[in-house]
């Protein structure tokens, strides 16, 4: 058939570069070409395209930024099933958060929260989207630092782009059945068709059923998703799809830990068994999302092609759960503390459309490259929620679940009588002044919230000299959020806004031998923040966004015929204009803080021989508050969860020849260095130590290993081993109120997979 292969999408940043696909062994050992590429060389400028529309190919080394790419291979090779799974195994971040099932992605200090879906920016994963499953994308492509360029507003962190599966060429069937440990079943199904000589379909199915190593603890998920590309004449291709994911987990904050002492001395984390769950046995949470999408392309000529996207997603997310309080162990509480009951009914359409023209001209006897667009990202979200606090008391050693109570989050309800005391309560919604013995009142509220970002951004790659690259963009953002109260009682809209915001970009390459470069560039950032309410700024302006920047300077080195690319960074990323609330000035707020970050990574991705590929890297990372209207905080660490020093590596080795071809090996370490979460202890204002919430983790590694075994083109089959030597470990965690997890204990997961023809 003549259906064009699939038009990529980069990791829209603000730099990008290239990346580079080559034919490269799946999980089994077998050889597929990448489902995106429609060569070995895939071009990946600004937004990214396949080579088929014309332009440059500029390898990956080209990229004077830090971008990792999870592909198929590796995603099926380590059984990444979810975008957090993705992450835990991407160098360079850390997965935090205090919500189970709402984790955020740390890098270079900071949580990551720009997203993009084939190169659109969109604010569909921002809660309360979920987590999503990687089942419908082919890779996913991570940016370290500012992406303001080509994402908007945002932290300095960086970015995640998932780039969806798209048709093939000719008609494959695959589909793969897993199970593991704790009853953990995957299946999957993926179709794609041509029809006739101009189209193409795919179809998928996914659904998995698993229990957890928490005591109580379970989900489900269900997927389903379709895309079909259309060739209209030679040069326009038509894209349609569109998705459908439900969601059911169970969700839960966390352990406590101990409290630090009256001295200042710090926290720590408890020692009981993994299993522990403090949650209740009736938490539950059910999200559905439904997703379409279209995108239109065409190809002006041999040197310029325009896009133009359009995404939509609409999200209806429940969450009914109990958790504990912020309450740290102590010895007077012995482990006794409170519980809240909690029901927020969310509801959320997001909305991206994208329309950028990539191209290529000759100057200096050169072809170079431009790229020109705007683009508007939306989400309009309604939350409801109701808060039932201290209602139930549960102990963190031998807990008990406690019975649900009764939850409204659109209207008043009774007191309610505290699990336990045998209390009588008032039937009255009405507040008692003082409040009735062992008796509580839900709290409930309602709010509508809406987020619109207009923008308007340009780059240009530029080569004056042979070996010389100029890369320079800037974007344009206007952006506004509206604020409206509806229960319980309604409330006039709240604007706040950012006007004409500038994000500039600009890096440079110098190739000291065609495999062998070295780069420079510099990127900002910029993050909306209000005043809270009742505060101003002394001077009477408005309250400035916070602004990021940062300067990274690196080097890159491809090897083995462009198979294998080295490559090794430093940075420093500042941001300013950081909010803080006098308290002997009620009425103020001063914007005077300022942190920064540095660090090195290096990275190794590609084949070190054939069929022994290699993923992975170390990271640095050092944080620190510069200034604080707090001098104690002042050189203290902004994000201590954040080890200093990281490795994540992955590799797997499938023989092309010989006895022990089809066979393949492999394996994973993550090495954190020392982490610590909470707040320090400081010298009160009463001259006395404030109580200490840090919570400190020593050094730890975790290994994992695979192996699979290719039978001929149609079956082959895998088993993976995650944490082999079953560490116990945190995770996760944040200080000794709650958001501490263990690590999951040592778990294997079997997959066969079928592919026809």
Not at 43 to 56: I, Q
Not at 227 to 235: K, L, P, S, V, W
Not at 401 to 429: I, R
Request: charged share 20%; proline share 7%; hydrophobic share 35%.
């Amino acid at each position: 058939m003549r259906l064009p292969k699939s038009l990529l999408s980069s990791v829209a940043v603000a730099c990008l570069g290239v990346a580079t696909a080559h034919a490269a062994p799946v999980s089994d050992g077998s050889q597929v070409r990448s489902e995106d590429a429609s060569s070995d060389e895939v071009v990946v400028v600004g937004k990214s395209y396949g080579r088929e529309v014309g332009k440059t190919v500029t390898p990956l080394k080209d990229m004077p930024n830090t971008v990792t790419i999870i592909d198929r291979e590796q995603i099926e090779a380590q059984n990444l099933f979810t975008l957090e799974d993705a992450m835990t195994a991407t160098n360079g971040i850390t997965v935090t958060g205090i919500g189970s099932e709402d984790p955020s992605f740390m890098s270079r200090g900071f949580a990551i929260t720009n997203y993009l879906i084939d190169g659109v920016p969109t604010l569909s994963f921002g809660f309360p989207g979920v987590v999503p499953d990687l089942f419908a994308y082919d890779r996913l492509e991570v940016l370290r630092g500012p992406a303001g360029l080509f994402s908007g507003s945002g932290n300095p962190a960086g970015s995640i782009n998932l780039v969806r599966k798209r048709p093939l060429e000719a008609f494959k069937v695959q589909a793969s059945a897993g199970y593991g440990s704790y009853d953990n079943l995957r299946l999957e199904l993926d179709v794609s068709a041509p029809l006739g000589d101009r189209a193409g379909v795919r179809v998928g199915g996914m659904l998995q059923d698993q229990d957890q190593f928490f005591d109580v603890a379970h989900r489900n998920r269900l997927g389903f998703y379709g895309i079909t590309a259309i060739e209209i004449g030679d040069r326009t291709t038509l894209t349609i799809g569109g998705s459908y994911d439900r969601f059911k987990p169970a969700i839960q904050s966390g352990l406590p830990g101990y409290a630090g002492g009256a001295d200042g001395s710090e926290g720590r984390l408890l020692d009981v068994d993994r299993s522990t769950y403090l949650g209740a046995d009736w938490n539950r949470f059910r999200s559905e999302t439904w997703t379409a999408y279209a995108e239109l392309t065409h190809r002006v000529s041999d040197r310029w092609t325009l896009r133009a996207t359009g995404l939509m997603t609409d999200v209806d997310r429940i969450d009914v759960y109990s958790y504990i309080g912020n309450q740290a162990v102590t010895p007077a509480n012995g482990g006794n503390t409170s519980h809240i009951a909690y029901r927020g009914d969310n509801f959320a359409k997001t909305r991206s459309f994208d329309m950028n023209g990539v191209g290529s001209f000759p100057l200096f006897g050169r072809e170079q490259t431009l790229i020109l667009g705007a683009d508007y990202q939306a989400s309009d979200y309604d939350s409801y929620f109701t808060r039932l606090s201290n209602y139930a008391r549960i102990n963190v050693f031998d807990p008990v679940s406690p019975t649900e109570p009764p939850l409204n989050p659109y209207g008043p309800l009774p007191y309610y009588p505290v699990q336990g005391s045998n209390a009588t309560c008032p039937a009255t919604s009405t507040p008692i002044t003082p409040a009735p013995v062992n008796c509580v009142l839900q709290s409930y509220g309602g709010t509508s919230t809406l987020v619109e970002q207009y923008g308007l951004y340009g780059q240009m790659r530029l080569q004056p000299v042979e070996g010389l690259t100029l890369v320079g963009g800037g974007r344009l953002t206007w952006w506004e959020q509206t604020t409206e109260t509806l229960l319980p009682t309604p409330a006039a809209p709240r604007s706040t806004g950012v006007d004409a915001q500038l994000t500039p970009y600009a890096g440079i390459v110098w190739d000291v031998t065609p495999n062998l470069n070295i780069y420079g560039s510099y990127a900002d950032s910029f993050t909306p923040q209000s005043a809270p309410a009742g505060r101003t700024r002394p001077d009477r302006e408005p309250v400035k966004p916070l602004i990021g920047d940062q300067y990274e300077l690196g080097t890159k080195l491809a090897l083995m015929d462009n198979r294998l690319l080295l490559s090794a960074a430093v940075y420093q990323l500042t941001q300013s204009n950081r909010l803080f609330n006098p308290a002997d000035e009620p009425t103020i707020v001063l914007q005077i803080g300022k942190v920064r970050a540095r660090g090195i990574e290096a990275e190794a991705t590609g084949e070190i021989l054939p069929g022994w590929r290699i993923n992975g890297g170390y990271t640095y990372t050092k944080t620190e508050y510069l200034e604080d209207t707090q001098p104690q905080f002042e050189g203290l660490s902004l994000t201590p969860i954040i080890p200093k020093h990281m490795i994540k590596v992955f590799t797997n080795y499938a023989p092309q020849d010989g006895v022990l071809a089809g066979a393949s090996v492999g394996g994973g370490l993550t090495w954190f260095s020392e982490t610590s979460g909470g707040t320090p202890s400081i010298i009160g204002a009463n001259g006395q130590p404030t109580i200490s919430t840090v919570v400190r983790q020593g050094a730890y590694a975790v290994v994992d290993l695979r192996a699979g075994y290719k039978v001929n083109d149609q079956l082959s089959f895998s088993i993976n081993a995650n944490n082999l030597l079953d560490r116990s470990y945190y995770s996760r965690i944040s200080s000794t109120g709650r958001g501490n997890y263990y690590g999951s204990p040592r778990t294997v997961f079997a997959t066969i997979r079928l592919t026809y023809p």
